[in-house]
């Protein structure tokens, strides 16, 4: 058990925070609550708790990393070197909003730059479904949030283009706590592209996303993990499904010493689905870690899962998947499934995907994982024809990640995520 003296570093840092962001009364009250469980919960016990199994975190040090936005003296929008749609568009630099434009029907607001409606659905929704005492990290994430946006579409809105959010980290030291939260109203369709950089300076970041889509809306989320090779990332993303709504959502892991992200879809409601999809291309000792709950919950619910990861020198993935049909979930359809590339003699994977069945009325509910090299029939018929090895390899890798590709229907952002994937394979 945490001590009291032990707590106050966090208590008075998360105080000071609160001071510095002027935070409402509501968000300061969230705040030292959170501050609170930080320094009484302890962290995650890999042999206790299934979703830690293969990531020790029991002697993690949080000393060396100060909390808060980082000043941005000279930062422009410039500095992101990204195309601005009409939809919008939310730039941050050490979690310190440089930019942020929404549209007709579409509101893109920082947290602290909230007006009064923007501040009642942020009070309303923030925290609900990702609550501050799931783990140390979402307690510690709620203490020391900064830089947290909201995207909240109108009913009966639909994007033009993608709204993008750019976030970037250079101090060394930081812990960097953004939130990212979409409040959809009924029949809206949004698609949102989360963008998250960093240097090669020692950096650890803490990111919590809740969506909460509308009836009978669609929303399309989109993460591109573009962080430095001393980066480590510990995030959580929840979805709670409304009649007939539908969640895409799309990770793509190209660097980072550690991402580690747990992502929990609930299908509450009747006609719902999601749709999670993922890729990881891994090089040096970098570990990514995929934990997904597939929770469904309401009638006539649709999950499906595909997680590929293509792995080199002593690299290392990790996927446990639960889908899990209540009692209440009939006419349930679910699938899930884990892929891995082993391209180095050190690399490693591990796959779980689980099922936890309450109910015999489903349609359908399968799983399945592989992991192995590529195969070597292809490989020597691709070399008969010509192709060198590494030529050869590489072809058959990108067939394997173009399985997920190919479901990304906006073709730019396939274009930049086929760009990324050559370049990580390239090095």
């Known amino acids: 058990m945490t001590s009291a003296t032990e707590q106050s570093p966090i208590v008075a840092a998360s105080q000071a925070l609160s001071a510095t962001l002027k935070d409402q009364p509501w968000m300061s009250a969230l705040r030292a609550a959170a501050a609170e469980l930080a320094g009484r919960l302890p962290l995650p016990d890999g042999h206790r708790e299934r979703p830690w199994k293969y990531f020790d975190v029991s002697g993690m040090d949080f000393g060396p990393y100060a909390p808060g936005p980082r000043p941005t003296p000279g930062a422009t929008a410039l500095d992101f070197g990204v195309a601005e749609t009409a939809t919008g568009v939310l730039l941050q630099k050490n979690g310190t909003t440089i930019k942020a434009t929404g549209t007709t029907g579409v509101r893109v607001t920082d947290f602290a730059d909230a007006d009064r409606?923007?501040?009642?659905?942020?009070?309303?929704?923030?925290?609900?479904?990702?609550?501050?005492?799931?783990?140390?990290f979402t307690a510690l994430h709620y203490a020391y949030l900064a830089g947290g946006v909201l995207i909240q579409a109108v009913a009966n809105a639909e994007t033009p283009a993608p709204i993008r959010l750019v976030r970037s980290y250079d101090a060394a030291g930081q812990l960097a706590c953004p939130h990212t939260l979409i409040v959809t109203g009924a029949n809206s369709h949004i698609t949102v592209i989360e963008d998250l950089r960093s240097n090669n300076e020692d950096l650890l970041v803490l990111p919590?996303?809740?969506?909460?889509?509308?009836?009978?809306?669609?929303?399309?989320y989109a993460v591109l993990h573009r962080w430095g090779a001393h980066t480590r990332v510990f995030s959580e993303q929840q979805v709670v499904t409304a009649q007939d709504s539908?969640?895409?959502?799309?990770?793509?892991?190209?660097?980072?010493?550690?991402?580690?992200?747990?992502?929990?879809?609930?299908?509450?409601?009747?006609?719902?689905?999601?749709?999670?999809?993922?890729?990881?291309?891994?090089?040096?000792?970098?570990?990514?870690?995929?934990?997904?709950v597939q929770d469904h919950v309401g009638p006539d619910t649709r999950s499906d899962l595909l997680f590929k990861s293509a792995l080199r020198d002593s690299s290392r993935s990790v996927y446990y998947g639960l889908t899990r049909v209540g009692l209440g979930a009939k006419n349930a359809d679910a699938n899930q499934e884990s892929r891995n590339l082993l391209l180095g003699h050190q690399a490693k994977a591990d796959s779980d995907p689980v099922l936890e069945i309450l109910t015999n009325d489903v349609i359908r509910v399968s799983h399945g994982a592989t992991a192995g090299p590529v195969d070597q029939e292809q490989l020597y018929y691709l070399q008969?024809?010509?192709?060198?090895?590494?030529?050869?390899?590489?072809?058959?890798?990108?067939?394997?990640?173009?399985?997920v590709l190919d479901r990304l229907p906006d073709e730019a952002l396939r274009t930049e995520v086929e760009s990324m994937i050559e370049e990580r394979l390239g090095e």
């Open 208 to 220: 919590a996303v809740e969506v909460v889509p509308g009836a009978g809306s669609t929303v399309r």
């Open 384 to 403: 008969t024809r010509g192709l060198t090895h590494d030529d050869a390899e590489a072809l058959l890798v990108r067939a394997f990640v173009g399985q």
């Open 117 to 136: 409606a923007a501040a009642s659905t942020i009070e309303k929704h923030l925290s609900k479904s990702v609550p501050a005492g799931r783990s140390k």
């Open 246 to 292: 539908a969640f895409v959502g799309f990770n793509l892991v190209t660097g980072g010493q550690v991402v580690k992200s747990h992502l929990h879809s609930s299908l509450e409601g009747r006609g719902s689905s999601s749709e999670l999809f993922g890729l990881y291309v891994g090089r040096d000792h970098q570990h990514t870690d995929f934990y997904t």
